[in-house]
């Protein structure tokens, strides 16, 4: 878990990027996606992950060619 330091580092670099007008829900929604996407990084680090051709198998019967 980052420490709290870079956690608000990392807020104040989002809300940097933002534009001015943007709303608490904008804000909101960031966080959320940062924190899903840090979430599914750990999972991989910690779980192992599928490469590209091992979805693609897993998906062939769904998918059009």
């Known amino acids: 878990m980052k420490n709290m330091n870079a956690i608000k ?3 104040t670099s989002l809300l940097d990027r ?9 804000v909101q929604y960031h966080l959320y996606v940062i924190d899903k996407v840090r979430k599914g990084l750990e999972s ?7 490469t590209q051709e091992q979805v ?3 998906l062939s019967p769904w998918l059009v060619s």
Do not use: H, M, N, Y
């Not at 933002?18 to 904008?26: F, N, Q, V």
């Not at 991989?44 to 599928?50: H, I, K, M, S, T």
């Open 9 to 11: 580092d990392e807020v």
């Open 18 to 26: 933002l534009p001015s007008d943007a709303t608490i829900e904008d």
């Open 44 to 50: 991989v680090e910690r779980d192992g992950g599928l």
């Open 56 to 58: 693609e198998e897993r």
